[in-house]
């Protein structure tokens, strides 16, 4: 045992198993590290996954909890830019190697080594939580804390291909699937200066798919709908977690467009290389973004002030917030308030 103060939060105790109060020994704080007080914490689907161990590496009992907002409370004796009460997020990952080439050229969303918030170690669904100083990253002053903890992850993830892929503002850009992920990418691609096509499952969400930035919404499972918009998109960002007809969806592009994966879609993608090769089109996948392209994002987000749409629970009824979330209810991202 450490002289460090025991660390609060709720955790699984097993997959799938309600979370419980657990405290425990967070160790010596790191001489890179900052030890961040817990204000907020957003609920994510990976969060479950972990809970319920759905891919295999879940170490019981577990914290769950990777978009995080709170203020430092403890500097390593290395930490550089960071200082005691500023406030800051930490997002699905909290660390990497610092020296490797990716991390070199800025990609340290990349490095081989990187460590991720919740696998292996304990979230933020709790008291306290650590991270490298250089993957906790400052909060605008512009920016609504008790919204912003879903921008760590969500956001990143769906603002990371907009830097990676170069999209442009005279771009068409299509976004799939109108969740979590999908209403921040529809707000950022309408900010970016795009015209925003909408595919969705349920037309029902047509309205709110245009307040949320949309142009056009067309639904993702209408054969016809799609073959009417075929070779009209430069960009076709896939936040779904659902198997679809991907012939039809990269035939929704133009001459050297992209589709992009940042939903875990189940099933394995069928790609005849014909459909591809003569109008140069592309397929690739991204993670979340890197610190400097999260500290972009967030700047982006306080001029636009674009914030995920939330339902705000008390963290003392996080089984509440984790069922509301599995239902299928959540509207779209749902954030623990640690005070409460």
């Known amino acids: 045992m450490s002289n460090a103060t025991p660390f609060t939060g709720w955790a699984a105790t097993a ?21 961040v007080a817990v204000e907020y914490c957003g609920v994510c689907h990976s969060d479950q996954s972990m809970i319920d161990n759905e891919w295999g590496i879940s170490r019981y009992p577990f914290i769950p909890g990777h978009e995080v907002v709170g203020k430092v409370v403890a500097v390593g004796s290395a930490v550089q830019g960071l200082q005691a009460g ?42 306290r939580v650590r991270a490298h100083w250089a993957w906790a990253i400052p909060l605008p002053a512009g920016l609504d804390p008790a919204l912003a903890g879903p921008l760590f992850c969500a956001g990143s993830t769906v603002f990371n291909p907009l830097l990676a892929f170069d999209v442009k503002p005279t771009d068409r850009a299509g976004v799939v699937g109108i969740g979590g992920l999908g209403h921040l990418a529809l707000r950022f691609l309408n900010a970016w200066g795009c015209e925003v096509t909408a595919f969705t499952s349920s037309l029902a969400k047509q309205d709110e798919a245009k307040r949320l930035g949309a142009h056009k919404v067309v639904a993702s499972t209408d054969s016809a709908a799609l073959k009417a918009i075929a070779g009209t998109l430069d960009f076709l960002l896939v936040t779904a977690n659902a198997d679809l007809d991907w012939t039809a969806m ?19 993608i069928p790609v005849h290389v014909f459909n591809l090769m003569p109008q140069q089109k592309s397929l690739s996948a991204s993670p979340v973004g890197s610190p400097a392209g999260t500290a972009k994002m967030l700047e982006f987000c306080a001029r636009h002030q674009i914030l995920p749409q939330v339902e705000v629970f008390p963290m003392s009824r996080v089984n509440e917030a984790i069922e509301h979330l599995r239902s299928g209810k959540a509207r779209y991202r749902v954030v623990l308030d640690a005070g409460a």
């Open 86 to 127: 500023q406030r800051v997020g930490i997002g699905w990952y909290k660390g990497s190697c610092m020296h490797c080439a990716p991390c070199m050229e800025g990609a340290h969303n990349l490095c081989g080594s990187v460590r991720p918030t919740i696998i292996g170690s304990n979230g933020g669904f709790a008291d």
């Open 15 to 35: 997959a799938g198993a309600p979370l419980e109060r657990y405290s425990y020994d967070p160790g010596a704080l790191a001489a890179d590290d900052v030890e």
């Open 250 to 268: 990269i035939g929704t592009l133009r001459n050297r467009g992209r589709v992009n994966f940042v939903g875990v879609v189940p099933g394995a």
